[in-house]
């Protein structure tokens, strides 16, 4: 007798089909149904068998009451695989269910990298949302193609008591929307190739709570009208688990959209590959890479650091663009230049990660015994890693944390650095010596919850002062040629600073030129540089991109540049975290290295004279150059009953906040305002009192403006007395 195959041995045998294999991602603003789809997907697909025993309610039922908040922890740190049959063929589908919360979009940016498809779920009553545009604009940055979930169906009949044209009516709207949103923000060769179309099924809507979902071309093969649907709602519960079950099942339609919309690794490397990977395209790495090519060498991309609380072991997750992976094979991770080696190569089996022996590409795996971070290229020896994760906001709210026990300090410092990993869009300084450490995030909430996990899961008692906010230092003009010398008088160098172009600060922004420094010839750099209207001479005198700031070396046959331009670099990015005003970061800088005077004896021009030398001389130019202040200013949407319009308006101004746009729609008023983040500590209890509980807000876009003059002495003076800076420092 034929043994069944089991799911696991099933995901094993499909996973080495390529063409049969989706990798996808669900992402929507928040509260729009992410999770819950997941949910329903997961139940269906572990309860295939179930189903024709006709046990399908008792199994559905213990999977909703399994113990949330073990669930809760998976599905953030998880993905999800599952095997679905379409037209008599099974593919594999990896699923990674993301946060919709906008402190936590970094979790999004790191789960695109994995993936090559995207199901975006719009809530039928709200429409489209800030939201709901950022997850947009991250997949269409990564090359990801979306395709439409319009969610909460139910809420259209039970709560807007709408007949069956008015839902159509909604449905074509926000799939308008929708494609206005393709239109503008893709890249030309995608704008019209992604748009989705209600016709071919790349559209559909449903309920996820409720567990159905219908397409145009699904109702056509069913017969099922817009009327049929209303209907729905005046069935008892039984009755409409049973019809839904038999008419629109969510997982068939979902899944039949995802294998038919979204495409393959096969395809999407060819054209992902060369917006993602810098690298040369015609080596051999390069070749492996566009052709998902199993024999090809190993090119792992970890997007997903999770610690294992019981173990303390470190999983790494991410996607296998080319090579095959094995256990116990000896890796290179290319950004912690170091050797690892493999211990286990995980595959998930719905969310439970299980033990495979090895692995081709074009999968979502995870692997444990290599400890990198989220971005991490690993390969087998040395070669070009992939563009580093950009992350759409920076984080700008700090707050120092400190041990309340000082037994628990050596703890505090390891949990800290776990944090760190398992969310690279935190930003964490460690002091050793006074036990102060800092950490910065992309809002209140975002630190609120790391703060709590620290207590709550990671048992250390923790104090944490009131959030400060994170300034900018800029230039507002070009200065003169300013020298610094050496503490030995021996050693002179020349600078210059001046605004940076914009149009090679929004490079730098958007990822299209890479940080770092740069070392040979880098044909790629210039080319992009020339496109942005830098003259070839200059394009070849860049030595280093480093936050947003550029560092330019304009000596003219100097002998000993090369021994001492790796000291200039490391003094430049010394400046540029510190700026003269009150050591915050700088901004959008050119400094431009014009001569030098060097002492023949190489002893004599180390670390100790080079340093202190070209921060002088940097600091000074500066200085001439009018250094201003820059404080980070949020674009929030607000939306409240329209009775608190006043109030909310008041409340705008009262913290330096501008009205950009206001809209009401029946009895709500939705404002687009512009607020100076310093002034939104505390911002989320303050709209809740102005209107009794019912405003809510969510970001938009942030970005740094000049900070009033009548504000920055002030905010100077308290930053340097803070920081305990001398007046002459």
Wanted: net charge negative; with cysteine; proline share 4%.
């Amino acid at each position: 007798m034929a043994v069944k195959e089991t799911q696991l041995e099933k995901i094993k045998r499909i996973s080495s089909i390529r063409k049969n294999i989706r990798n996808i991602c669900t992402s929507a603003h928040i509260h729009h149904g992410k999770t819950a789809m997941t949910d329903n997907l997961l139940a269906a697909s572990g309860y295939m068998a179930a189903k024709y025993a006709g046990d399908l309610d008792q199994g559905m039922a213990t999977w909703q009451h399994a113990d949330e908040q073990e669930r809760l922890l998976t599905v953030d740190a998880a993905n999800v695989s599952m095997v679905h049959d379409f037209h008599g063929e099974e593919y594999l589908i990896n699923l990674i269910d993301t946060p919709g919360h906008v402190d936590f979009s970094g979790n999004v940016t790191r789960a695109m990298r994995a993936i090559d498809g995207t199901i975006i779920l719009v809530c039928a009553v709200e429409g489209i949302m800030p939201q709901t545009e950022t997850v947009i604009k991250q997949a269409l940055r990564e090359r990801v193609r979306p395709v439409l979930f319009i969610n909460k169906f139910d809420r259209l009949i039970k709560e807007l008591k709408i007949n069956s044209e008015q839902m159509q009516e909604r449905l074509i709207k926000i799939f308008n929307d929708f494609n206005n949103l393709i239109e503008r923000i893709a890249e030309p060769e995608f704008k019209e190739k992604w748009k989705v179309n209600i016709n071919d099924g790349s559209v559909i809507f449903g309920s996820a709570r409720d567990n159905w979902a219908l397409s145009v071309p699904f109702m056509k093969k069913k017969g099922i009208t817009f009327k049929d649907i209303l209907k729905l709602y005046e069935m008892n519960e039984e009755e409409r688990k049973d019809w839904c079950w038999k008419n629109a099942p969510l997982y068939e339609v979902v899944l039949d959209m995802v294998v038919k919309h979204l495409p393959n690794p096969l395809e999407a490397q060819k054209y992902r590959i060369p917006k993602i990977w810098k690298g040369d395209l015609e080596s051999e790495f390069g070749k492996g890479l566009l052709n998902c090519d199993p024999n090809g060498k190993i090119a792992f991309v970890i997007t997903r650091v999770v610690i294992d609380p019981r173990a303390g072991k470190e999983v790494c997750a991410g996607r296998l663009f080319s090579g095959t992976i094995k256990e116990g094979a000896e890796v290179w991770l290319n950004l912690f230049k170091r050797r690892q080696r493999i211990q286990q190569v995980l595959i998930y089996n719905g969310i439970k990660p299980e033990q495979i022996g090895e692995i081709g590409p074009g999968n979502v795996l995870a692997i444990a015994g290599v400890s990198g971070e989220a971005g991490e290229t690993v390969t087998l020896d040395e070669e070009t890693p992939f563009q580093e994760l950009k992350h759409l906001f920076e984080p700008v709210v700090t707050e120092s944390i400190e041990a309340k026990k000082s037994s628990d300090l050596p703890k505090l410092i390891e949990v800290l650095r776990t944090v760190q990993k398992e969310d690279p869009t935190i930003k964490v300084e460690i002091d050793e010596e006074t036990g102060q450490h800092l950490i910065s995030g992309l809002g209140e909430l975002h630190l609120e919850i790391v703060v709590n996990r620290i207590k709550t899961e990671k048992n250390v008692e923790v104090l944490a002062s009131n959030p400060i906010v994170v300034y900018r230092e800029a230039i507002t003009k070009e200065s003169r040629t300013f020298d610094g010398k050496s503490p030995n008088k021996h050693n002179i160098f020349f600078m210059e600073v001046e605004p940076l172009e914009d149009e090679v600060y929004e490079a730098i922004k958007s990822g299209d030129i890479s940080e770092g420094r740069i070392k040979k010839k880098n044909e790629v750099l210039w080319k992009k540089l020339q496109e942005l209207g830098v003259s070839n001479e200059e394009a070849r005198q860049y030595r280093e991109v480093y936050k947003n700031c550029v560092l330019q070396d304009r000596t003219k046959g100097e002998v000993h540049i090369g021994e001492i331009i790796d000291m200039v670099c490391d003094a430049f990015e010394q400046v540029v975290e510190a700026g003269p005003l009150a050591r915050e970061p700088c901004l959008r800088m050119k400094v431009k290295l014009v001569d030098i005077k060097l002492h023949e004896d190489a002893i004599h021009r180390g670390p100790a004279q080079v340093y202190p030398a070209v921060r002088t001389a940097i600091r000074t130019a500066m200085e001439d150059a009018k250094t201003v202040l820059h404080e980070p200013v949020q674009i929030l949407q607000i939306e409240a009953p329209l009775k608190y319009m006043g109030e909310v308006t008041n409340l705008v101004q009262s913290k330096r906040g501008q009205l950009l746009n206001v809209d009401q729609e029946l009895d709500a008023v939705t404002m687009r305002v512009k607020m100076p983040v310093a002034e939104m500590i505390g911002m989320a209890g303050d709209l809740r009192g102005a209107t009794e509980g019912r405003g809510n807000f969510s970001l938009v876009d942030q970005m740094f403006e000049r900070t009033p003059t009548e504000v920055q002495e002030k905010v100077i003076r308290q930053i340097r007395n803070r920081k305990g800076l001398a007046e002459n420092e």
